[in-house]
């Protein structure tokens, strides 16, 4: 079966500090994989995309993600991050082909310490 | 039009009554979704057209639950008999389509409609 798992509920970093924000999956076929933002009051944002190709992509706002098929990992960095990264970080996995549903893990809150 | 469109933005309502949420998605997307993200929860799926069609259904949590779309756009989400359990923001989401390698399968979320059930 499908499944998203974002081990982290809630992680709190110093502003300037690096993030990793970690993802697993499980899915069985070749995976399109996803990480959205959904910042305080607002609607979700794509930051990245991996489809194919190199693993390590880049999104906005300084965010990369590496895809890693041997562990079945999509983790989320960014090398420093800013007080406006404080938000609630969703990632997904859905179809490579042919109509399936896209489902996303629970989340992990980013809050900055000043 | 320019974004998904979700409305009501909020709907407070008394627990038994029946409620209809509409999603407007942007024009020439095939592919909408409907989420439900409860406080502090994340996202759980619901249900997915392609076209007017929904191939899975599956995330529909009972059958108070129904959704339909119309003419390839529109969508609606009913809830009847509503209760507290319920009370979430519901998530509407389009892309261009699914699956193929061209990479369409990028959601466009709104802005979600609220609801609290009485």
Redesign the interface.
Same mark, same amino acid.
Not at chain 2, 98 to 101: C, E, I, S, T, Y
Not at chain 2, 109 to 112: K, L
């Given at each position: 079966a499908q499944s998203v798992t974002q081990p982290d509920i809630h992680i709190t970093v110093s502003e300037g500090a690096s993030l990793e924000l970690r993802c697993n999956y499980s899915y069985g076929a070749t995976p399109y994989l996803f990480w959205y933002v959904q910042s305080p009051g607002q609607g979700l944002q794509l930051l990245l995309k991996y489809f194919s190709g190199d693993t390590l992509v880049q999104g906005i706002k300084g965010f990369e993600a590496e895809f890693k098929r041997s562990q079945s990992s999509f983790n989320l960095r960014k090398p420093s991050v800013h007080w406006s990264d404080a938000a609630e970080y969703f990632c997904a996995v859905g179809p490579y082909s042919s109509a399936s549903k896209i489902i996303f893990g629970s989340g992990t809150r980013l809050s900055i310490r000043p | 039009g320019a974004g998904v469109s979700q409305s009501p933005s909020n709907k407070v309502t008394e627990k038994g009554k029946d409620v209809e949420l509409r999603c407007d998605p942007i024009s020439g997307h095939t592919a909408l979704?409907w989420?439900r993200q409860s406080l502090g929860? /994340?996202?759980e %799926?619901l249900i997915?057209f392609?076209g007017n069609s929904a191939?899975?259904k599956? /995330?529909l949590p009972s059958d108070r639950f129904s959704a339909e779309r119309t003419g390839g756009s529109v969508s609606t989400l009913t809830i009847q008999r509503t209760q507290q359990e319920d009370s979430a923001v519901y998530?509407c $989401?389009s892309s261009l389509r699914? +699956?193929?390698?061209s +990479?369409a399968?990028?959601?466009t %979320? /709104? $802005? +979600?409609s609220r609801l609290t059930v009485l």
């Open positions: - | 979704y989420y929860q /994340g996202l %799926f997915y392609q191939p899975d599956s /995330g998530l $989401a699914q +699956g193929g390698r +990479g399968n990028v959601l %979320f /709104g $802005a +979600g």
